[in-house]
């Protein structure tokens, strides 16, 4: 059957979760409190672990091979790692995150002026949500497509705060150069040609997500964000500075806290690099979850092939011992079923896997 097309899709009221921290009241309404196997364990201790690897960005420009070889095992048994000495100015990390926030303070009906374009996974709101009972996250969401034009919405492009447009602008170009580099020091890694995703991937797709998590009474009934694999290359996001610890990994298993390390930025590999790999690098499931009294703030850019790519495992990853573990697709078709299905895991990427 072919599947509804999304304007058809009843999601039912969606509360504002800014409006329901202002109204101060504690009740949470039930389409945000999670099945008791989905909600964060504040109960038990969090495993606040300063292991997930930091990367000297300055120390792989010089050659490092003992950077090169934390980088490796950065990706391959975490997916996650931080990083410093990235090229990008502090002063625009600061602005980006000042107009990230004065959008979000901006009253809701000037904010409803750019609502979310459902199945595009732009504008203001809730994204992903496909049915009246699927739960909400704690969260609004600002998203815009940046490159290439086709992606561009341009009457989402907020006219408040003025400078808004313009630190995107050249956030996302600053961003973009850094993408660029660490897919070399990944190929290089992988003991690939270092240019080689950047002739792979054609004019790269990239498109960033401001998330802000209000204060919730209840942090231990809701998630701040589902869990959920990135559908990118990879991804960088930038923590706000006085940001509560939001930003969860699963490690074996367990849920790990991203301690936020002022002027780093935290990089994870996306599902593009799971398919090309082969495996070898896995997109890693995460989540957030909120702060009883502290708010937080995200800026994350997505970094991904240009559409019209056919992507499946690179013949370097696949040999007897390495089957083929993933089919070969054209990435746009990927980022339309990403945009379209519900964050539950690593669920969509079962979209490529090759099934025994
Ligand atoms: O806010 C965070 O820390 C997580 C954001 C995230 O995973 C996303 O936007 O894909
Ligand atoms: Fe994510």
Redesign the pocket.
Known sequence: MAPAPISAIKVGHIDDVQELRNGKSSHIPARFIRDTTERPAFDKPIFCSDTIPLIDLSKLAKGSSVELHKLMKACQEWGFFQIVNHGIDVELGERIERVAMEFFMLPLEEKQKYPMIPGTVQGYGQAFIFSEDQKLDW?N?FALGVIPDCIRSPKLWPSKPSDFSETVETYSTQVRELCKNLLKHIATTLALKENVFEEMFGVAVQAV?M?Y?PACPRPDLVL??SP?S?GSAL?V?Q?GKGSSV??QILKDGKWIS?QPIPNAL?I?IGDTIEVLTNGRYKSVE???VTHKEKD?L?I?T?YAPSYDIELGPMQEFVDEKNPCKYRTYNHGEYSKHYVTNKLQGKKRLEFAKIVN
């Open positions: 969260c969401m997500r998330n998590y701040g964000l959920h990135d991804t996001l923590q939001g930003l991203v935290v994870n995460h989540r957030a937080r995200s994350v997505f």
